[in-house]
């Protein structure tokens, strides 16, 4: 069974940007697809992205376009998550999601809080 | 997007009790197979991340307790919690992953 870490809180300035990393670890890594979800306060949550590594086929919510970049390391098992322009409006926690290519999000990492403020 | 809705946003229930959650979608989420339908049910209990109860419609999750059942069809799906208990105290989510971006329903918080 698959499981994920992800990395530390992050304090960022506006208009800077945040890089997320998730590690996977158990199971086989090119089986999955991976998924970034956004919890900001009071919101639903939101996908804000996916990768499938194993074709490195990416895809990402038009509301992020442009300012999000999603990325695979076979060799560490990682994945990672770079959002850019950073506001205000960034502050949330920023979860990892996984799961077989085509299958529900079966897990999640613990979650990573960015904070954004001057 | 596909918009997900659910309600109630909150629901009171007492442990033993029958707790139903409804979630819609503004498009059907049954796939062109006709077998498939693309709805997942997640919990958040407080101080955690979701956790994967039910997917593809009906079919529970490695663990899940069998009191949490999944129906529905096309855009009308139901959570059902039978003798709810109070750790399914947390917010349910429901996602629809017919099409990307996937998305959820803005969430029941289940209260006992």
């Known amino acids: 069974h698959v499981q994920v870490l992800q990395s530390g809180p992050e304090v960022k300035k506006p208009g800077s940007s945040v890089k997320v990393s998730c590690k996977a670890s158990g199971g086989t890594f090119n089986t999955y697809g991976f998924i970034w979800v956004r919890q900001a306060p009071g919101q639903r949550l939101e996908v804000m992205g996916g990768i499938v590594p194993m074709v490195d086929t990416k895809s990402y919510t038009q509301k992020f376009h442009g300012r999000v970049t999603i990325t695979a390391d076979e060799s560490t098992t990682t994945v990672y998550l770079d959002l850019s322009g950073l506001t205000s409006d960034d502050t949330a926690v920023y979860h990892c999601?996984?799961?077989?290519?085509?299958?529900?999000?079966?897990?999640w990492g613990q979650g990573t809080v960015v904070s954004v403020s001057s | 997007d596909v918009v997900m809705t659910q309600a109630p946003l909150t629901l009171a229930v007492t442990p033993g009790e029958l707790a139903s959650l409804s979630c819609r979608s503004s498009?059907?989420?049954?796939?062109?197979?006709?077998?498939?339908?693309?709805v997942d049910w997640y919990l958040q209990k407080p101080g955690q991340t979701p956790q994967l109860l039910i997917y593809?419609?009906?079919y529970r999750a490695s663990g899940v307790p069998d009191r949490f059942s999944g129906s529905g069809s096309g855009s009308d799906f139901t959570l059902t919690i039978n003798r709810v208990e109070a750790e399914d105290v947390g917010i349910y989510y429901c996602m629809q992953r017919i099409e990307f971006p996937f998305t959820f329903g803005q969430g029941t918080r289940l209260e006992i």
């Open positions: 498009q059907s989420l049954l796939d062109s197979d006709g077998v498939s339908t693309y």
């Open positions: 593809k419609l009906s």
């Open positions: 999601a996984v799961g077989s290519i085509g299958g529900p999000l079966e897990t």
